[in-house]
């Protein structure tokens, strides 16, 4: 069975600093690996995926995630916060190959403060 | 040119009722799902299905179905609604050789008084 996990269900930054949101996985069998964006009262929006090609993966909107199979890690970060990023962020694992086992992690609710 | 789209996008209704959420797209997917997200924003897999496999969640009340008439369109059709099925559906698509990346459709918003 696969699961996601999300440290900090709500994370604040200031505009312009680092932001960094943290996704562990379990899997039995190789991984996909996704980062989805949702705005207030809107479906979700793919930010970028991991499949087993470069484990630096970037994505829309600046932001970028490593895979790292030892940590089994897939963190979401972007250099400089915006205004515009304040959303929620969830991270998702898919089996390889397999479209009909799609595991969320329960979100990190992302706030820039100005 | 909306890629997935779902009508209605509030439904607002009482216990007891059965109600249908429908939902189409333009992307020559050839999988499509339903989630739901409670209050709480988290998000779970309800259905999948592609032209030859349904596959469902295993913790779905038997009063939800899913409905496809074809490949473009899956409807969610709801028995007898409780309060605890209030919560936001959605609507998603993928294909394969996308990775099965998920298509979101923008939601319906369900409300069971």
């Known amino acids: 069975a696969q699961s996601v996990t999300q440290l900090g269900s709500h994370v604040s930054v200031s505009e312009g600093a680092l932001v960094l949101l943290r996704c562990n996985y379990s899997?039995?069998?190789?991984?996909?690996l996704f980062w989805y964006v949702q705005y207030p009262n809107q479906g979700l929006q793919l930010l970028l995926k991991?499949?087993?090609?470069?484990?630096l993966v970037k994505g829309i909107n600046g932001f970028e995630a490593e895979f790292k199979k030892s940590e089994t890690s897939f963190h979401l970060t972007k250099p400089s916060a915006h205004m515009s990023d304040a959303a929620e962020y969830f991270c998702?694992?898919?089996?390889?190959?397999?479209?009909?086992?799609?595991?969320f992690g329960p979100g990190t609710r992302l706030s820039v403060l100005p | 040119d909306t890629a997935v789209s779902q009508t209605p996008k509030y439904l607002v209704t009482q216990m007891g009722n059965d109600k249908s959420i429908k939902c189409e797209q333009n992307?020559?997917?050839?999988?499509m799902y339903w989630y739901k997200q409670d209050s709480k924003k988290f998000l779970k897999i309800m259905f999948s299905?592609?032209?030859?496999?349904?596959?469902i969640n295993e913790t779905v009340p038997n009063r939800f179905s899913p409905k496809s008439p074809d490949k473009a369109h899956l409807n969610l059709h709801i028995n007898s609604l409780e309060l605890g099925d209030s919560a936001v559906y959605f609507c998603?698509?993928?294909?394969?050789?996308?990775?099965?990346?998920?298509?979101f459709g923008p939601g319906t918003r369900l409300t069971v008084t």
């Open positions: 991991y499949t087993s090609a470069a484990t």
């Open positions: 992307l020559g997917h050839d999988t």
């Open positions: 998702a694992v898919s089996e390889v190959g397999n479209g009909q086992n799609f595991v």
């Open positions: 899997s039995s069998v190789p991984p996909y």
């Open positions: 998603a698509s993928s294909r394969r050789d996308r990775d099965y990346e998920q298509y």
């Open positions: 299905y592609n032209n030859k496999e349904l596959i």
